[in-house]
């Protein structure tokens, strides 16, 4: 694979219309024609990052955050951005950037999160701008189809799920051709009219130059007459954020607990009365602090990140409720989960190595890990300032993951007990399409960052999958290439425990992680 091979796997998972203006996705640092055999990605680029893929050979790095914002205006190595661009093209390391395109996108960082809360009936809080132009161009009856051909190939007439999208309507052009023309209708100083078609289709921003080469170079005339209009349309399925209904109303301080846990945050915090019944929720993954407006005639509350003291009053003012989750542990949560959803099942298909950074850290540390934290704006109560996690020093994990089709739409079930059996949380979640084995890895990741944030040491994690058990123990190697990143993570995290241990047991003993998997499938 060429990382122009790569660069057009990204278009097609997160096209770059899709970024906000000013956003620099794409390619940073590198030569399209180079060679992509392994692959990092992290959320960000850091000396860590760049260090990891140069100990494991890797030639390419995706991020989420792009390196370059602004101009560059010089390249010393005391500046942090400028010396990692010198060490990026020093040791031959294609950059890449994935940003608010991907964020946007189908099947996105905004989707995936969405999913992940349970969000029914989902829309884009803010739909993406068409950006794109409609292209009309009058050509002989005759000629309509040849011409309509090479517009499509060059990137017109794509409609949502639909391609070659057209109008066209039969009328007579008139001209009359001057001396010193060459007209393939009719004679020189002659007035002529003709049955012509006008013909109409749409084309992106990126597209239009193309596009108007390829209908002049199809079209018979010497002289072919067209227009350009750009469009104020929409994309109704893409764009920042998803809002939707949860399957039952829950509170607000239930749902600002169920996002930290859900999210791997080390903490949340809500604006809004805790007890406060809500149901319609919007989610914004990265800094939401500029759409508070928006949300407001859309949803009760609004999870996002960056959110400000005035920022909380302004959405109070707006009726609004707002949960603030660190905006680097939201994305790096579904970029992660993205990687191995959408991007590896393209690349292990090309015979690239994938991976998800290992050394990649959030900038945050936490005095109090794994609190969720009130802004009470309605109606103090004592309580409401602060709830604490449970601490525990040994857990047993329940986990099981399962696919309806296999693949097909799947879901995971963690139960988390302590010492004493005493279940202290469990997880119910649909993770979108994948197979069995990818469900069960997932499962089992969520476990243990469940037990990390939680701050236990020593874990017990009880599976149905022998399979996984195996691999887990290093009895069977990982064949298959979509799971070997899963496993490595999972081998990371319970390195990081004081004590960790794996076994099997038959799915009847296993029967409420399972219960918790076909709870999530039944609400898809």
Not at 49 to 63: C, P
Not at 81 to 95: D, M
Not at 369 to 385: I, K, N, Q, T, Y
Not at 409 to 420: N, T, Y
């Amino acid at each position: 694979m060429r990382v122009a091979d790569l660069l057009d796997t990204l278009e097609r998972l997160a096209p770059a219309a899709l970024a906000q203006p000013g956003d620099n996705c794409g390619l940073l640092v590198g030569e399209r024609e180079a060679g992509v055999a392994r692959v990092l990605t992290a959320l960000e680029l850091t000396d860590a990052v760049l260090a990891e893929a140069s100990a494991g050979g890797y030639d390419t790095i995706i991020t989420h955050h792009p390196l370059l914002f602004s101009p560059v205006r010089s390249l010393v190595e005391s500046h942090p951005r400028e010396r990692l661009l010198r060490a990026s093209v020093r040791e031959g390391i294609s950059l890449i950037a994935c940003h608010t395109n991907l964020d946007a996108a189908t099947g996105g960082l905004a989707d995936i999160a969405g999913r992940a809360l349970g969000l029914q009936d989902m829309a884009p809080l803010e739909a993406a701008p068409a950006n794109r132009y409609k292209l009309v161009g009058f050509v002989p009856r005759d000629e309509v189809q040849r011409v309509a051909a090479a517009v499509f190939a060059a990137g017109a007439g794509a409609i949502g799920g639909y391609r070659d999208c057209a109008f066209s309507t039969e009328g007579v052009g008139w001209f009359t051709a001057l001396p010193g023309s060459h007209p393939t209708v009719g004679e020189v100083s002659i007035p002529e009219r003709t049955p012509e078609v006008r013909w109409e289709t749409v084309v992106p921003a990126n597209s239009l130059a193309g596009a108007i080469r390829a209908f002049l170079g199809a079209h018979p005339y010497e002289e072919p007459a067209f227009d350009v209009y750009p469009t104020q349309d929409v994309l109704a399925r893409v764009g920042l954020g998803r809002v939707g209904m949860l399957s039952a109303p829950t509170t607000l301080r239930e749902l600002a607990a169920r996002s930290a846990a859900l999210f791997e945050a080390g903490m949340a915090k809500w604006s809004g009365d805790g007890e406060r019944s809500v149901r319609r929720v919007a989610v914004l993954p990265g800094s939401g602090r500029g759409m508070i407006e928006a949300a407001a005639g859309q949803c009760e509350v609004l999870i996002t990140g960056d959110l400000s003291y005035h920022v909380a009053e302004e959405a109070a003012e707006r009726g609004l409720c707002v949960i603030d989750v660190p905006h680097g542990d939201v994305e790096w949560w579904a970029f992660r989960r993205w990687v191995g959803e959408r991007l590896a099942p393209e690349l292990t298909a090309e015979g690239v190595e994938l991976l998800v950074s290992r050394d990649w850290r959030s900038p945050w540390s936490l005095a109090s890990p794994g609190r969720v934290l009130a802004v009470p704006s309605v109606s103090p109560r004592e309580g409401d300032m602060m709830n604490e996690a449970p601490r525990v020093k040994q857990a047993r994990v329940w986990i099981d993951g399962g696919s309806r089709g296999n693949p097909g739409p799947s879901a995971i079930g963690v139960v988390l007990e302590d010492g004493g059996g005493r279940v202290l949380e469990t997880l119910s979640q649909a993770i979108g399409v994948g197979t069995n084995n990818v469900a069960e890895y997932r499962a089992l990741l969520a476990g243990l960052e469940m037990a990390k944030r939680l701050e236990v040491r020593e874990v017990e994690v009880i599976s149905d999958s022998e399979l996984l058990v195996r691999q887990m123990r290093g009895e069977y190697r990982v064949k298959n290439e979509g799971l070997k990143p899963l496993h490595a993570e999972a081998r990371e995290l319970a390195a990081g425990l004081d004590s960790f241990s794996i076994r099997h047991v038959g799915r009847e003993q296993n029967s409420r992680a399972d219960a918790l998997v076909n709870e999530a499938l039944d609400e898809q």
